[in-house]
């Protein structure tokens, strides 16, 4: 992701909207239940009802379709490497045979390769739609107020306010190297030099982040932080507008779930079982 886009994300995810407006915690739980389910489920009806559901929340939050499937597709490659070897791999009935004895694909590896990419594309397009719709810090203080342990809270706290620290100080390299005429992908400059300058850069970033590491920590020992201070959470109150989100959310799954055990016969391919 661009830097520009790091801040472009936090300016999209603090505007106004039926989503944005919702109590951080509901937003959370309403994503990890959308995401366990879509996992554990090994129906492909199941994440498909979902990713509408997901279009719709999308449509409410009045999220582009386009940068939000862009996202998607940029962090795709991280799990799709690994789903794009599944059709070769596992047992089953030969659908296709490639030229070489151990090139084939099944029909087993085939459907489980099917579900997991379903299963895949909801859950990046749920993380898309969570990080659109709510600013870092109120991801981080809606885990504290769910019970994240006081240590991990504390250092996501710290790391998401270093990382517009760290933005900033990238950005402010990158413009000096442009206004020095420095392209570290400017094919005209010798290769090693390149890499040796683009090295350096690197080496000023780890000094920068460690010397802005230590300010911070003499600032907050300045101010008598100790283990036992107390970190300081806005309170926000969970409406009738939360009870109905997350109302819909579970009564979705709870559908899903009967549709697929009691009418799972009428589905077709998407009410099979698909699991390995």
Known sequence: MAIEQVRTLEFISSQDSIIHNLEGRVKLVAIL???LFAVFSDRLIVPIVLECFLLIIMFLAE???KDSFKRV???LPFGGFVIAFQPFIHPGNIIWQGPYTWLFITDTGLNWTVL????LIVCLTAIVILSSTSPMQEVVQSFRKLGMPRDLAMILTIMVRFLFIFVDELR?????MRSRNFDPFNKDI??????KQVGYSIAMMFLK???KGETIYLSMASRCFSDDSRLYHAK???GKHEYVFLACVIGIIIVLELLVLFYSGHLGFFGISLSL
């Not at 997991?116 to 299963?119: E, Y």
């Not at 010798?190 to 890499?195: D, E, H, L, S």
């Open 33 to 35: 239940l959308i995401i």
């Open 116 to 119: 997991l990419f379903a299963r």
């Open 73 to 75: 597709l940029l962090l």
């Open 209 to 211: 982040a460690y010397e």
């Open 172 to 176: 402010d390299i990158r413009q000096s």
């Open 63 to 65: 999220l582009s379709f």
């Open 190 to 195: 010798p290769y090693k030099w390149r890499v």
């Open 236 to 238: 926000t109150i969970i």
